[in-house]
């Protein structure tokens, strides 16, 4: 069964810093690229960063650049994203998406989402 469980959600006031984690498992996490999508309230879909399957490559909506940092740990399954320098605007909840081309056909999983609120 595949699974993406996100985590590290919290209130936290403007300034501060959090860091979400999601775990995945179901599937060989080293052929995936991983990504980070927001969706804020009322508000749709926003991609925030991605990093590709060998943790060389990695990018980030200009938004956030510059105060958010993603990461990975293929032992440990794991995708991160630091986020420093929080903004009432960052509030939204976020989710972790895994994809590959697999047999020409692109492949998306996505997690159930982490509340992130970023007020005083």
């Known amino acids: 069964e595949v699974q993406l469980v996100e985590s590290g959600g919290d209130l936290v006031q403007p300034g501060g810093s959090l860091r979400l984690s999601c775990v995945v498992s179901?599937?060989?996490?080293?052929?995936?690229?991983m990504s980070w999508v927001r969706q804020a309230p009322g508000k749709g879909l926003e991609w925030v960063s991605s990093?590709?399957?060998?943790?060389?490559?990695?990018s980030y909506v200009r938004s956030v650049k510059g105060r958010f940092a993603i990461s990975r740990d293929n032992a440990k399954n794991t995708v991160y994203l630091q986020m420093n320098s929080l903004k009432p605007e960052d509030t939204a909840v976020y989710y972790c998406?895994?994809?590959?081309?697999?047999?020409?056909?692109?492949?998306?999983?996505w997690g159930k989402g982490t509340l992130v609120t970023v007020s005083s």
């Open positions: 179901g599937f060989t996490f080293t052929s995936y690229s």
């Open positions: 990093m590709d399957a060998d943790g060389r490559f990695e």
């Open positions: 998406n895994a994809r590959a081309v697999v047999a020409g056909l692109t492949v998306d999983y």
